[in-house]
């Protein structure tokens, strides 16, 4: 970038990849990374659009590569790029205080022989991490003041633990750090971990992909079916597994008596905490006993000729609210509702308003808004909303009605320019009310041979608080775009509604996407309520939580067939008052996994364990003492309760 003398006021031809921080005064400091002159820097002048030189005493050669971090004293802690301009000089670091630059000190080599370095991360505790690119060393600073007015003493250096030599293909390589950004959580870690967790044994004979998954109300995870296993050919296998996370441990579960397939079933969790499963092949439906790992058959009436395709809605009366594959038999659109053990029509005329599974009897979404209504999103391109009868219980047999709504917009595919549909594809309720939906370009049909999922997804977020309702296109990180560009519509792309809102994106490579959603903020009408609680908690001991809409008033997250990953399930987070260091406990047994039950108390167990219950290779630092509690359902926490931590 050639910065224009006459309007900036600066001799400066040049500024490139430039380091910038705003200040407490809100002035923006830049520097020049390719000068050699001892004025590197300039402050900002936003009313006239201006810069005035700054940064007198900067020692270190260039200011190329390095990072500018803004301390609690107003101050700015800078490592020096040592190897800048061809010398090797030993690694030092600078404070930018009030137009003057000072020594930090000296650490470990940190910058690499490419004058690259990773973050600086100012941390929770005020200190800040340094992630080097040499070799995975990584150093922490400690500021000689922690408030304005900031000391001109250097402050102290210490060496911490380095990356891991997990990284690579073979995941043996040294990790190191050059230009990886740095997040800092709520728990005052950097971008987390990933802790690796028991494997299915082979001895089950069952590695599945595209399957039935919930977790249950019991705190464990179940899976079952598959429509292919083991990388082989495609099966529809007849298999199921169970995890248990309190011991890190798998157990199998034996299929449904006579059946010899499962596949990619769609499942659900009932208000009552039994776990629904269907055969994909037939018109089955099983009912599973969590305690002796057993399935009782259930679902008379049920009239399509199989579930294969279709997804599942939990309603706020209890009943699930299923669209036919109408394309597999030949017949006019139709939804069914569950109730208590039996199908009935879902509405008086027993047919959908519109078709919604496209010519490959593909579906998208069937999202429960926060109004109670059902948003099924189709693999045509349209889309239509189901209203269930009033709430009862226990639930009705009356049947609801149907209207239409706006499709989605003709801005999918590499060129964005062809209409967007819902083909296999997730969709998550946002703690705004608003659900983001996947969206992909129709499926090519003329092409030899046809392609069925074309590249290029779009993400939309459906606001039906306008009329018409809008199909709003948030903007996209340009590495996001290329990665949608080349991504195919549908059963590879996945989303998860996390306990602080984001929505994680996943689509089968090993780029992993968040999306932070804008307001506006949950209405109070869905926020959980704390009853009652421990104020005193001890770790490693089981206690009870009690309040209102403890699950949140949907399941949050939705797919259908292939995958269930819903978030219907109180999370317990505790905040410690003195760090500002999070903990989540382990909830399970929660006496209700209904959804929008505004009136209902729903109980839940909780621990809070210490390291000895953490799996082996995860960061484990028990704290103790005041803190704040909340319940949090589909990213929407409660209102926080002081508690104490033993």
């Not at 995975?136 to 500021?143: C, F, K, R, W």
């Not at 995958?563 to 505790?574: A, E, G, H, L, R």
Request: with cysteine; glycine share 10%; charged share 10%.
């Amino acid at each position: 970038m050639a910065a224009d003398t006459a309007s900036s006021g600066l001799a400066w031809p040049n500024i490139g990849d430039a380091p910038g921080v705003v200040l407490p005064s809100g002035q923006w400091m830049i520097g020049n990374t390719l000068t050699t002159t001892p004025l590197q820097q300039a402050l900002f002048n936003e009313n006239n659009l201006t810069f005035t030189v700054t940064g007198y005493g900067f020692r270190a050669r260039v200011i190329a590569e390095s990072g500018l971090t803004l301390l609690p004293d107003g101050s700015v802690l800078s490592v020096d790029n040592n190897f800048g301009g061809g010398v090797n000089n030993p690694q030092t670091a600078e404070r930018y205080v009030n137009g003057t630059w000072y020594p930090a000190g000296q650490t470990q080599q940190l910058f690499d022989t490419a004058q690259e370095n990773g973050p600086q991360i100012l941390l929770t505790d005020g200190t800040v991490l340094v992630v080097g690119a040499n070799a995975g060393l990584a150093s922490i600073y400690t500021p000689p003041s922690s408030a304005p007015p900031a000391s001109l003493e250097p402050g102290s250096w210490a060496n911490t633990t380095t990356l891991p030599a997990t990284c690579g293909p073979g995941g043996t390589t040294q990790c190191a750090g050059p230009d990886i950004p740095g997040v800092l959580l709520p728990n005052g870690r950097v971008c987390g971990t990933w802790t690796k967790l028991a494997s299915i044994p082979n001895s089950f004979g069952y590695g599945p992909r595209y399957y039935a998954s919930p977790v249950l109300a019991d705190g464990r995870l179940a899976i079952a079916g598959g429509e292919y296993n083991l990388g082989g050919p495609q099966s529809e296998i007849a298999k199921g597994a169970i995890y248990l996370p309190r011991t890190d441990q798998w157990l199998p579960i034996r299929p449904p008596a006579g059946w010899t397939s499962i596949g990619d079933a769609q499942s659900a969790v009932l208000p009552n905490g039994q776990w629904m499963i269907s055969n994909s092949q037939t018109k089955q439906q099983a009912l599973f006993n969590e305690n002796n790992l057993t399935f009782t058959p259930t679902g008379y009436g049920f009239k399509i000729c199989t579930n294969g395709e279709t997804g599942w809605t939990l309603l706020p009366d209890g009943s699930l609210f299923s669209v036919d594959d109408n394309v597999s038999c030949g017949t006019s659109p139709s939804a069914e509702r569950w109730v208590n053990g039996t199908w009935f029509v879902a509405s008086s005329k027993g047919n959908a308003p519109q078709q919604l599974f496209d010519s490959a009897s593909e579906l998208g979404p069937q999202i429960l808004m926060y109004d109670g209504t059902a948003l099924v999103i189709g693999a045509t391109g349209l889309i239509s909303i189901y209203t269930p009868p009033p709430v009862q219980t226990p639930p009705s047999f009356q049947t609801g009605s149907w209207a239409n709504t706006t499709t989605l917009p003709a801005l999918c595919g590499v060129s964005s320019n062809t209409q967007c549909v819902s083909s296999d594809n997730p969709a998550s309720m946002l703690p705004n009310g608003r659900p983001l939906v996947v969206g992909c370009p129709t499926a090519n049909n003329t092409a030899k041979p046809p392609v069925e999922w074309p590249p290029g997804n779009c993400f939309f977020e459906y606001d039906n608080s306008v009329n018409p309702p809008a199909w709003n296109q948030p903007s996209y990180p340009a590495a996001l775009q290329t990665q949608l560009n080349n991504d195919s519509c549908g059963f590879l792309v996945r989303m998860l509604l996390l306990p602080n809102g984001q929505v994680m994106y996943v689509d089968g490579s090993t780029n992993i996407w968040f999306y932070n959603p804008k307001g506006p903020a949950p209405q109070p009408s869905w926020q959980p309520t704390i009853t009652t609680y421990p104020a005193t908690i001890n770790r490693n001991t089981t206690y009870i939580i009690s309040g209102l809409l403890f699950n949140g008033m949907s399941e949050a997250n939705f797919y259908g067939a292939d995958t269930q990953n819903y978030t219907n399930s109180p999370i317990v987070q505790v905040t410690i008052n003195a760090t500002g260091h999070v903990y989540y406990g382990r909830t399970h047994n929660h006496s209700s996994m209904g959804v929008a039950q505004t009136t209902l108390p729903v109980t839940t167990q909780f621990e809070l364990w210490d390291c000895s219950h953490v799996v082996a290779g995860s960061a484990c630092v028990p704290e103790s003492g005041a803190a704040t509690l909340v319940v949090i359902a589909n990213g929407i926490a409660s209102a926080p309760v002081n508690v104490t931590i033993n």
